[in-house]
């Protein structure tokens, strides 16, 4: 069932992104969609298998991902971090507008 909710919630956040809805089904891969739309290169997705370091990589990936919604810091670490499931749903059913990898205007 949760895996369900998080496919739900993580769907509308990559579409607005500019990535594949489906790519939320796909458990190391939307990591990696989510690693890319905080700004950062694909292969720190890496780590993630690093105890510790996976955590605080994971803040750091939702204050970008906050950061690329047009969302601030305290939104960031305890909606997309902390209840992660709830920010979602906020981010990808809401109002929130995509600028751009980790919040860097994309360039036209």
Do not use: C, D, E
Request: net charge positive; glycine share 14%; aromatic share 20%.
């Amino acid at each position: 069932m949760g895996w369900i909710l998080l496919i739900a919630a993580l769907w509308p956040v990559f579409r607005k992104a500019g990535y594949p809805g489906w790519g939320a089904i796909i458990p190391i891969y939307n990591i990696y969609i989510l690693v890319k739309i905080a700004g950062y290169h694909g292969a720190t997705v890496l780590l993630y298998l690093i105890p510790l370091v996976n955590v605080v990589f994971s803040i750091f990936v939702a204050m970008r991902i906050g950061k690329a919604f047009g969302r601030g810091g305290l939104f960031s670490f305890f909606l997309l971090w902390l209840f992660s499931l709830i920010g979602y749903f906020i981010v990808g059913y809401g109002s929130s507008q995509y600028r751009g990898p980790g919040g860097r205007a994309i360039a036209a």
